[in-house]
């Protein structure tokens, strides 16, 4: 019996168990799992949810339901209120690190079973390291990323052992070595196929332009980057290499640019600032100093023991003269120094001797230049004036011309041996007078009667005339000795004066008496009264022309005639005028008192025809030569022509005319004077008395008779 209760009693509080344990079940399934038949499924108001997919927690584990039922199989992540987490056979394993796959392609790092979205870096993943970003693996991403402090390189997400190069990192290239970033390395690096850049300390700085070594040569780089187009010169500490294509080439020896505008001479790959000379460049030769182009140098340099001349830096081979080197001239022809020639060159105006191809200026001689002859001083061509140095000579050299020279306010006639001629002259009809310095100190002049009928005065002056004197008045040979004016006299005074050319005035005097003298010479005042005439005015005395010479005055003494003549000219001088006397030369020697005009100061006027120089023995200032001349203007077939030895104009006998000048085209006289001026320079340095002697041995040799004189004097007054 006892038995059956306690059987009784069993079945009772199994039942109750049972009833309790569904009430239990019934209540949890609204929100949990249930293990029905073996299996967990997740129950939801007691029904099993097969849309639910998601995690459940059971007795603080988590497990993974998938279509309602618990997936022991499922690894992965799942996500759980915007979170992932990781799930290991089905249940969430909170130890678990490392990459996990969420759904069918997205890769996560879950650190502790959660997924947290601030993870950046690599993880280590079935044998390799991955990049995640923001804790989700970027297939995408190539770069560099930090982990526990070194840089690694990712390669679509995969760190990439065996890359070696440069990657990009936030603007700038980075140099790794077997997928680590080597902080160490400084050289060339490749990016990508086919672009090298200068790393520095593991990075491109983009700031370096220069040389770099690599592999066993030298590279150009251009802000950091090797640029293959570059050929040309670049600075590496101080010296400057020739790069070609990038690669310094050690074989290159020429010209190169260095920047946009400077040239350098480089030898063997490398320019040493210690060459200047010739460089050829091109088809030209160029000229370097110190290795630099110099393009201002115009002038010699020397190549292989050969001179050139360079203009511009720039051999000219078309260049011909002179140039200046070192303060020597030195003779280029056709761009060379040319060491054999000697001869004239004309640089600029002036024309040089050139001595074995340079002026050594101690050369006093001759050359031709241009068919003509020139003569050098120092070696310069006196084509000016050369200046005496121990006088006040100048010497003028005039070009070997022969004929009429001017110099100045003096004309000279330079003759057929080149030298100026002296005293009296016969040139072209005409006759002259040059004085001892040989400048002309003559007048050409004639005079001129009614016989000349009307004058074309401008004609006259074309002829070279310079002065005239014209009949004022005539008296007659007969007993009634009438004093008639020359009815030409007023349009020839005034004719004359309008071309500018000096006139002086005669009477034809046939004066017997003293009074008829002071008629002829107030009749001769009257008639000038107004006009300016600076020559004198002349008493004529001669014989009258009559038949057997029967004139009325044809008779006279030879002291009445003198008595008669300064009658005359006291007349005139008392009137302020030069009184003067015309005559023949045999007229002064026996029909007048010649010593009486000249201590009164009268004016000679000498008529002497003659086809040589006059031997008058007495002074004279102007010198009637001829009755036969031609002159322009004048309707008779001859004229009377005249030579004057003083200026009556200026008052001036023109003795000084051309002082302290020595004019000539002779090179013999020139250099006389010149080799004269040297000895004295010799004497005052040796002070020896044959030097003297040499010095005026020398002098007295010179034709010019006044510069002779002036440096005999100087030199004497050296004692």
């Keep these: 019996m006892k038995k059956r209760i306690i059987a009784t009693l069993s079945a009772v509080l199994a039942v109750i168990l049972l009833l309790f344990t569904s009430a239990f079940a019934s209540s949890a399934a609204d929100d949990g799992l249930k293990n029905v038949d073996g299996k967990w499924i997740y129950v939801k108001d007691g029904v099993k949810d097969t ?106 997400s995969i760190l990439n052992w065996s890359f070696t190069g440069l990657t990009d990192y936030y603007g700038t290239k980075y140099y790794v070595e077997n997928g ?18 200068y790393a520095e300390n593991g990075a491109v700085k983009n700031d370096y332009t220069g040389l770099t070594y690599f592999c066993g040569r030298w590279f150009y780089v251009e802000k950091s980057a090797l640029n293959w187009d570059f050929t040309g010169l670049t600075d590496y500490y101080g010296t400057k290499y020739y790069v070609e294509n ?42 370097v100093e110190k290795s630099a182009f ?25 260049y011909t003269g002179l140039t200046k080197y070192y303060d020597t001239w030195y003779y280029v022809e056709n761009g060379v120094l040319n060491w054999n020639f000697s001869g004239a060159v004309l640089y600029g105006k002036t024309l040089y001797y050139v001595n074995g191809g340079r002026i050594t200026w101690d050369y ?110 005539v008296r007659g040979y ?27 005035i005669y009477v034809f005097s046939q004066a017997v008496t003293t009074e008829e003298a002071v008629e002829e010479a107030e009749r001769a005042l009257d008639i000038i009264k107004g006009y300016d005439i600076k020559l004198p005015v002349y008493f004529d005395s001669e014989y009258s022309g009559a038949p057997n010479r029967t004139g009325r005055a044809d008779g006279l003494t030879k002291a009445e005639r003198t008595s ?5 000219c006291e007349t005139v001088r008392n009137a302020g005028y030069k009184p003067g006397v015309y005559a023949s030369k045999s007229f002064f020697y026996n029909n007048l008192g010649y010593a009486a005009f000249q201590s009164r100061g009268y004016e000679i006027w000498l008529a002497h025809h003659i086809s040589s120089v006059t031997d008058f023995k007495y002074p004279y200032n102007i010198w009637q030569y001829t009755s036969k001349g031609s002159i322009g203007g004048v309707q008779s077939e001859y004229a009377d022509l005249d030579i004057a030895y003083y200026d009556y104009a200026n008052d001036s006998d023109m003795s000084e005319r051309g002082k302290n000048v020595m004019v000539t085209a002779s090179s013999d006289d020139f250099l006389s004077f010149v080799n004269t001026e040297e000895k004295i320079t010799r004497y005052i340095k040796t002070g020896l008395a044959s030097d003297k002697e040499e010095a005026l041995r020398a002098a007295s040799l010179i034709t010019n008779q006044n510069a002779s004189k002036a440096l005999i004097d100087a030199i004497n007054k050296l004692n």
């Design 51 to 156: 849309s639910f997919t998601s995690l459940v927690k059971y007795y603080s584990t988590w497990y993974y339901v998938e279509n309602g039922e618990l997936n022991w199989s499922f690894t992965g992540l799942t996500d759980y209120y915007g979170t992932k987490y990781y799930v290991e056979n089905g249940v969430l394993n909170w130890d678990y690190t490392g990459l996990a796959l969420l759904g069918s392609d997205e890769w996560y790092y879950a650190e502790n079973g959660e997924v947290k979205n601030d993870y950046t870096g690599l993880t280590y993943f079935c044998g390799r390291w991955f990049y995640v970003e923001k804790s989700a693996l970027n297939w995408d991403y190539t770069g560099l990323t930090n982990y526990y402090g070194t840089w690694y390189y990712v390669e679509n």
């Design 180 to 197: 680590v970033l080597n902080w160490n390395y400084t050289g060339l690096a490749l990016l990508g196929s086919d672009e090298w850049y």
């Design 246 to 287: 990038s690669i310094l080439n050690w074989d290159y020896t020429g010209l190169a640019l260095f920047g946009s505008d400077k040239w350098y001479y480089a030898e063997n790959g490398t320019v040493k600032n210690d060459y200047t000379g010739l460089v050829h460049f091109g088809d030209r030769w160029l000229y």
């Design 294 to 318: 110099n393009r201002d140098y115009t002038g010699l340099t020397n190549y292989y023991g050969t001179w050139y001349y360079v203009e511009n830096s720039i051999l000219n081979w078309n």
């Design 364 to 473: 006093n001689g001759t050359a031709d230049y241009n068919g003509v002859k020139y003569i050098f001083v120092g070696s310069i061509a006196q084509t000016g004036i050369y200046k005496s140095k121990y006088t006040d000579y100048n010497l003028v050299y005039a070009d070997g011309k022969t004929g009429w020279y001017d110099y100045g306010d003096n004309t000279y006639y330079i003759g057929s041996d080149g030298r100026p001629l002296y005293g009296n002259q016969y040139i072209d009809g005409k006759r002259y007078f040059f004085n001892a310095n040989g400048a002309k100190a003559s007048l050409f002049g004639a005079d001129f009667s009614k016989h000349q009928g009307t004058i074309d005065w401008a004609s006259v002056k074309q002829s070279g005339v310079e002065f005239v004197i014209l009949r004022a008045a």
């Design 478 to 504: 007969g007993s009634s000795g009438n004093l008639m004016t020359d009815s030409q006299i007023a349009a020839n005074i005034e004719g004359a004066l309008s071309q500018n050319i000096d006139v002086g």
């Design 564 to 568: 008669l003549a300064i009658a005359f």
